[in-house]
């Protein structure tokens, strides 16, 4: 069963980058579409973007402007960077794998979270 | 952005009751709808996807149906494990939009 960790600071001053990195065990990282997805603490959940092994990526328009997801296969990882921070991006950011071809969308391995918090 | 609705908000039952979950699409998403449970502190783990299919190793208690733009998840005979916070999302398009949740808590 594909296991997935973030990992990165759990601290980000306003107007700094945010940066995440997702290490995926257990499968490889060609096998689906990669997901990262928000959740501000006692709010819903929101779907932040999607990469493919080979590059391609989807992102959410309210975010687009300041996200960049970027993956690397050799080290079986993939990463989040939001830049412009401001207290209203504090969430725990989960990265997930969405599987691909007929079951692509369904979220199925999910990390188990990392609670970033914009604070100066 | 297509809007998920969900409903009730909060939903207080009993160890054995059946409940019933809502959630409306404000656009079509054909049957491109997954369920989602989450207990406090943890990631949300898959129940459903595909409107009606059962993700592997979830009860059969759980069920899904429904077709646009509502949608529903039933769980036929509540355990203690059950009690949880319910998402709906939609994957039909872009951007993926999830509902506002359901908590289900013991009466």
């Known amino acids: 069963q594909v296991q997935l960790q973030e990992s990165g600071p759990g601290l980000v001053k306003p107007s700094e980058t945010l940066s995440l990195t997702c290490g995926v065990s257990?499968?490889?990282?060609?096998?689906?579409?990669w997901s990262w997805i928000r959740q501000p603490p006692g709010k819903e959940l929101e779907w932040i973007g999607n990469?493919?092994?080979?590059?391609?990526?989807d992102y959410n328009p309210s975010l687009k402007s300041r996200v960049t997801l970027s993956i690397d296969p050799s080290k079986n990882q993939f990463s989040l960077k939001l830049t412009s921070v401001t207290a209203a991006d504090t969430a725990v950011y989960y990265c997930?794998?969405?599987?691909?071809?007929?079951?692509?969308?369904?979220?199925?391995?999910w990390g188990q979270g990392v609670l970033v918090t914009v604070s100066s | 952005d297509i809007q998920m609705t969900q409903s009730p908000s909060i939903l207080s039952a009993s160890i054995g009751d059946a409940v019933n979950i809502t959630c409306r699409a404000s656009?079509?998403?054909?049957?491109?709808l997954a369920w989602y449970q989450q207990k406090p502190g943890k990631a949300p783990k898959l129940l459903m996807y595909?409107?009606?299919t059962l993700e592997n190793g979830i009860p059969s208690r759980f069920s899904g149906g429904g077709s646009g733009p509502d949608f529903s998840l039933t769980i036929s005979s509540l355990q203690p494990d059950d009690f949880a916070t319910y998402y709906c999302?939609?994957?039909?398009?872009?951007?993926?939009?999830f509902g506002q949740g359901t908590r289900l808590d013991f009466k």
């Open positions: 997930a794998s969405c599987g691909s071809g007929y079951t692509y969308g369904r979220i199925h391995f």
């Open positions: 257990g499968g490889s990282i060609s096998s689906s579409y």
């Open positions: 990469i493919y092994y080979t590059g391609s990526t």
């Open positions: 656009e079509s998403i054909s049957s491109w």
């Open positions: 595909k409107t009606s």
């Open positions: 999302q939609q994957y039909n398009s872009f951007p993926w939009t």
